[in-house]
Structures are given as C-alpha cells and as structure tokens.
C-alpha cells in the first residue's frame, strides 16, 4: 500500500429495511501520489456518497478505505478524532472557492495552520510560497472580491494543499471556469499533485476537462469502472 488512495470493496447504504438506497454497491479506487483522476457519473449515481465517504463526512457501511499510507475505515473508523483526519489528511476543493471576503487572499490561505497554532508569520510565509507556486502571488495583499474566478479558485487550492494533505478532493473544481481557466486550473492541479505527491480525485462533469485526465473512473448505479484517459491538454 502507497501513500495515495485505496478503496476497497466500499459500500454505503442509506436507512433500512424496505426504504434503504444501496448508494455504493462495492467500489474499488487506487489513485497514486502525484496522480490526478476523474471521477464521472450521472446524477444519483454516488458521486457524492463516494466523496463524502473518503472526506469522513459520513460513515460507510462496510469496505476498506486507506489514505496517506494509513487505513482510515475498516469495519469502522479506525480513528476517533474526524476532524483531525480531515484537517491532516484531506484537502478539499469545491465548486465555489467559499473564500473568507474579510481576510485578504494571503490569511485565506494561512488560516488553517494559523488556527491550529503555527506561529502567524510562518503561516503567511509558506501561503505566500504556495501562492506564487500558483500563479497568483501577485494577489497575496488582494481581497477576494478583487479576484477573478480562475484566480480565486487557484487561492482555493493554495488553500486545500497548505496543510501538505496525501489526498485532494475537488468536487467540480472547474464548473464556473472558461475553457482557459479550467485548464489552467487543472494543469496546476496536475503539477501540484507531482510536486507534493498527492493523490486527487476530481469529481466533473465538465467536458472541457475530461480529455486531461490519464485515468478516469466512471459511476453507474453505485459501481465503479475504470478506464483509460486521453492525458491531453488541448
Ligand atoms: P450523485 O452525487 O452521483 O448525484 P449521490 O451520492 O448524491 O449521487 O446519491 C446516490 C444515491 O443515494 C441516490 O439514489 C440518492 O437518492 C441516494 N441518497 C443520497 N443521499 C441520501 C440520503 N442522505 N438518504 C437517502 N438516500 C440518499
């Protein structure tokens, strides 16, 4: 088992008896460190489930889940501290940046680690190293509201990979985007994952995107089925 993500024979089942959706009928997932794959369904087909299961958002029904080298669900939690789970293993990225419009993009980007105590000025200075990683250093004193869309969801995932996670989830990360802009956008996903070793799971239905990914998984009916992207930026 590698760093990256690992799910095992994932099932979720939502109520009981005769009104119990079978959500996850038995999903199989391996995403490696620096890789970044799609994850493509129609509507109700457990997109959602799936991501909320691995973000430790809501709680499985039987499977095996790894993340980061270490497994995280197996009949169970295998931690009682969620929260610490999300925050030191899971980064996440959504379809609205859901910036904090009265802290400039620089505190947007160090508040978590400013929260759990790392002194201020250390904070701001690996959100001012990320930020110029991602093109926008140029914005570090900016507020959001001064952004554009690409800009500002560049800030986002400055922000999701601060705390240094094995693992993003990007819930369609590129919806709002122009063409250009979500490219751009996945290109630096694409880069962050290598530089960092993170796996990333991009949920999408953006066909703009699709043709970036190497892998792509797709969700019918609460299973999962793999298969082989084009890896092209056009
Ligand atoms: P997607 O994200 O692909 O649209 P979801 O994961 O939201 O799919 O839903 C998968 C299935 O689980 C659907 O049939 C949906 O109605 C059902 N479902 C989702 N959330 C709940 C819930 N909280 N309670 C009961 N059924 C749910």
């Given at each position: 088992m590698?760093?990256?993500?690992?799910?095992?024979?994932?099932?979720?089942?939502?109520g009981?008896?005769?009104?119990a959706v079978?959500?996850?009928?038995?999903?199989?997932?391996?995403?490696?460190?620096?890789?970044?794959?799609?994850?493509?369904?129609?509507?109700?087909?457990?997109?959602?489930?799936?991501l909320?299961?691995?973000?430790?958002?809501?709680?499985?029904?039987?499977?095996?889940m790894?993340?980061?080298?270490?497994?995280?669900?197996?009949q169970g939690w295998?931690t009682?501290?969620?929260?610490?789970?999300?925050?030191?293993k899971?980064?996440?990225?959504?379809?609205?940046?859901y910036?904090i419009?009265?802290?400039?993009?620089t505190?947007?980007?160090?508040?978590?680690p400013?929260?759990?105590?790392r002194p201020?000025?250390?904070?701001?200075?690996q959100a001012r190293?990320l930020?110029?990683?991602?093109?926008?250093?140029?914005r570090a004193?900016?507020m959001?509201s001064?952004l554009?869309?690409?800009?500002?969801?560049?800030?986002?995932?400055?922000?999701?990979?601060?705390?240094?996670p094995p693992?993003?989830?990007?819930?369609?990360p590129?919806?709002p985007l122009?063409?250009?802009?979500a490219?751009?956008v996945?290109?630096l996903?694409n880069?962050?994952?290598q530089?960092?070793?993170?796996?990333?799971?991009?949920?999408?239905?953006?066909?703009k995107?699709?043709?970036?990914?190497?892998?792509?998984?797709?969700?019918?009916?609460g299973?999962?089925?793999?298969?082989?992207g084009?890896?092209?930026?056009?």
């Open positions: 590698d760093n990256g993500i690992h799910i095992e024979g994932l099932t979720k089942r939502y009981q008896g005769q009104t079978d959500a996850l009928k038995g999903v199989d997932m391996a995403v490696a460190p620096g890789e970044v794959v799609g994850l493509i369904g129609p509507s109700g087909s457990g997109k959602s489930t799936l909320k299961c691995l973000g430790a958002v809501i709680e499985p029904t039987a499977g095996r790894s993340l980061g080298g270490a497994v995280i669900y197996e295998k009682s501290d969620l929260r610490a789970l999300r925050r030191d899971i980064g996440f990225v959504f379809q609205a940046p910036l419009p009265f802290l400039d993009v505190d947007n980007v160090a508040l978590l400013m929260l759990a105590g201020n000025a250390e904070a701001r200075r190293d930020l110029d990683a991602l093109d926008v250093g140029h004193r900016a959001p001064q554009s869309g690409g800009e500002q969801q560049r800030v986002a995932i400055a922000r999701a990979l601060i705390n240094r693992v993003i989830l990007a819930d369609e590129t919806a122009d063409s250009e802009r490219l751009a996945i290109r996903l880069q962050m994952a530089q960092f070793e993170t796996a990333v799971i991009v949920v999408t239905h953006d066909e995107i699709i043709p970036t990914f190497k892998r792509i998984y797709h969700i019918r009916d299973r999962t089925e793999e298969e082989t084009q890896g092209l930026y056009p």
